[in-house]
Structures are given as C-alpha cells and as structure tokens.
C-alpha cells in the first residue's frame, strides 16, 4: 500500500504547477483523498480534499480560487491544480488517503484522520 506525491519544482510567482498524487497496492475508488502542507518550522497545515466520489470538494481559504483538485479513478490519480502561486504557497506538499467509514464534522482537516500518507513533493515559488 503506497501513495505517491509527485509534480513538485521550482516556480515563479503568478506560476502553475499540477501535482499528482498515484496510489499503488489499492484502488483510490473507495478513498478520500487530502492534501497538505509543511513549510520549515511550521505544522502540517490542510490544503484541499476531495471525497471517494467526488462528489465534494473543500479548500483551504488560503488557496480558495487558485487550487482545483480533481481525480481521475481510473488511473487511481487525484491532481491538485495550483494557480497563481505565491512564495508563501513554498512547503512540501502531501496526500493522504482516508476510508470511508462514520466521522466528525471538518474530520478531513485533521491529518490523524488518513490511513496511508505519500512521501512529499517540493513546491517552491520564488518571489
């Protein structure tokens, strides 16, 4: 069981970049899929989740409007796009896989809530 962060780099301000996040050793079919962040010295922060069934989609204030996220099931595949980047958007970025079962409200903000993380991907957006 394996996820995998990928798409990261090197990026000037007002830049795109579209990361991908591949599950390997299961279906993405019946997972939630979140994403988030960590800038040096700070903690993990929630970016973006999309639902099993894509039927929800929640973004962080501070990347509402400029982040898309979608999957693509049948390449087990979920793609955060990022617009109009800023340097402060600069941290390693994650995806975490979470079941479905019963949770709490806003549970897919809380990291402790996935089952199966992928390694990061660098995202750095120079000013």
């Known amino acids: 069981v394996q996820l995998q962060a990928s798409g990261g780099g090197l990026v000037q301000t007002g830049g795109s970049l579209r990361l991908s996040c591949t599950t390997y050793?299961?279906?993405?079919?019946?997972?939630?899929i979140g994403w988030f962040r960590q800038a040096p010295g700070e903690e993990r922060e929630w970016v973006s989740f999309?639902?099993?069934?894509?039927?929800?989609?929640y973004y962080a204030d501070s990347v509402k409007g400029r982040f898309t996220i979608s999957r693509d099931n049948a390449k087990d595949t979920v793609y955060p796009q990022m617009n109009s980047l800023k340097p402060e958007d600069t941290a390693v970025y994650y995806c975490?896989?979470?079941?479905?079962?019963?949770?709490?409200?806003?549970?897919?903000?809380?990291?402790?809530?996935?089952?199966?993380w992928g390694r990061g991907t660098q995202v750095t957006v120079s000013s």
């Open positions: 050793g299961f279906t993405l079919d019946y997972y939630a």
């Open positions: 975490a896989a979470a079941g479905i079962r019963v949770r709490s409200v806003y549970w897919y903000r809380v990291p402790l809530e996935y089952d199966y």
């Open positions: 999309i639902s099993s069934t894509d039927s929800t989609r």
